[in-house]
């Protein structure tokens, strides 16, 4: 009889498709998934896995170029936000429809933060992807959703690792996934690009015209040659978030301790890498591989 797992997806922007890696391990070493909780991309991975598309969904992402990514934003004037996100929604819908979460076949609870009230939302029916929308509307990047007297932005404001959600499915184990892990040992081997350490979205990003493009006023770089890690009104935006978000975990995390707790190291990638698809999942593959030998290990 295969053991049962109540999986819970974390929030962590690019480095999220590793949750599809740990997702592969756990079905490759014999888990059954019965339950997932997400919030953000955790909630975005976790609805596919979910609905059955995880597969389609992944060879998607693994296709994206840098160039596809920024295709895929589309940008408003609009104040509380910079993306829509109606373009991502629409290839979303492509791969999974929009299927209402009370029928998909594995429990699935997607995690929002209500900025009105102050409070974490819960969607566990309805239109899936309408609360993938809600949970990923990261502040800043994405529009947030609008409904009545609600503003909805992104579960990780709240509760970036969502625990509590997969209690109620009482599997044999919790198995937490954290995207804002203080982990350095992996790294990940990512191409050499002029770009690789200031974003295709910050303030000295330039479209590629051939020749070597170079922003008027040049960075100060560190010791070893690359740019600082915050270079631009961008990135001083995802770190703060990525702090908050690191910090919140860890709380949630010390509240209700899952079974085990796979770390992902926040220095795998930055929050907005999307073209990394294929790097992101061997990492969450190779993370979850030896945090699962070691939890089976200790169970013997």
Not at 15 to 35: Q, T, W
Not at 47 to 57: I, K, T, V
Not at 226 to 242: A, H, Y
Request: with cysteine; hydrophobic share 40%.
């Amino acid at each position: 009889m295969k053991t049962t797992v109540s999986l819970v997806l974390g929030s962590g922007g690019a480095r999220g498709y590793s949750h599809i890696g740990v997702i592969e391990e756990l079905n490759r070493r014999g888990y059954d998934i019965v339950c997932i909780a997400g919030s953000s991309m955790g909630a975005l991975i976790g609805g596919m896995y979910a609905a059955g598309r995880l597969d389609e969904y992944r060879d998607w992402v693994i296709s994206l170029k840098r160039l596809d990514v920024i295709k895929l934003m589309d940008l408003t004037l609009r104040g509380e936000g910079t993306i829509r996100g109606e373009r991502l929604l629409r290839k979303l819908q492509e791969i999974v429809g929009n299927p209402l979460i009370e029928e998909l076949p594995i429990s699935y609870t997607a995690v929002a933060t209500d900025l009105t009230h102050q409070k974490e939302i819960w969607f566990q029916k309805g239109a899936m992807l309408d609360a993938i929308r809600a949970s990923i509307a990261v502040p800043g990047f994405f529009t947030p959703v609008i409904e009545e007297d609600r503003v909805l932005v992104d579960g990780g404001v709240l509760n970036p690792i969502p625990i509590i959600p997969t209690v109620a499915a009482h599997a044999d184990l919790i198995i937490a996934v954290d995207l804002n892990a203080d982990v350095q040992r992996h790294r990940v081997a990512l191409p050499e690009t002029r770009f690789l350490e200031s974003s295709g979205f910050s303030d000295e990003w330039q479209p590629d015209t051939g020749a070597e493009a170079k922003p008027e006023n040049s960075k100060k770089t560190t010791a070893d040659g690359m740019l600082p890690k915050t270079t631009g009104r961008i990135d001083v935006l995802f770190n703060s978030v990525e702090v908050m978000q690191a910090s919140l975990g860890k709380y949630k995390v010390a509240g209700y301790p899952p079974d085990q707790l796979i770390g992902i190291p926040k220095e795998a990638c930055r929050f907005y890498d999307f073209h990394r698809a294929k790097e992101m999942i061997e990492l969450g593959r190779v993370i979850a591989r030896e945090s699962l030998m070691q939890m089976e290990k200790s169970m013997r």
